[in-house]
């Protein structure tokens, strides 16, 4: 049974930093595409981040525009583990952040929530003004 479990929400400052866990059971792990969405009160989830295999030696990143330059994607297959480090936050960055899988994306495709089959159940983030 395929498991995966955010951890590191909270509440924060305009500015302050927070990193997001994912740790992921019962998958091979490095063979995954991961990512994350979020969705805000009264919104649709939206793609944030994706992490996929490159198919040579490296994972390949990719963002939406609204967080690129600011959030960082990164993952540990020793530990089955993706992370997100979200610096420099703002109010409209406050959302539920959910960890998806995925064995069909790559690039682009990745911000499509469909591709993805397996989801974490989220945490919240809340960033004050």
């Known amino acids: 049974q395929v498991q995966l479990v955010e951890s590191g929400g909270g509440l924060v400052q305009t500015g302050d930093s927070l990193r997001l866990s994912c740790a992921a059971s019962g998958l091979t792990f490095s063979s995954y595409t991961m990512g994350w969405f979020r969705q805000a009160p009264g919104k649709e989830r939206e793609f944030v981040a994706a992490?996929?295999?490159?198919?040579?030696?490296?994972?390949?990143?990719y963002y939406a525009d609204n967080v690129k330059g600011r959030f960082t994607i990164s993952r540990d297959n020793a530990k089955n583990t993706v992370y997100l480090q979200m610096n420099s936050l703002k109010p409209d960055d406050t959302a539920v952040y959910y960890c998806?899988?995925?064995?069909?994306?790559?690039?682009?495709?990745?911000?499509?929530?469909?591709?993805?089959?397996?989801w974490g159940q989220g945490t919240q983030v809340t960033v004050s003004s």
């Open positions: 998806a899988a995925s064995r069909s994306c790559s690039g682009s495709g990745c911000n499509d929530q469909v591709r993805y089959a397996y």
């Open positions: 992490i996929y295999w490159s198919g040579s030696v490296t994972y390949y990143t």
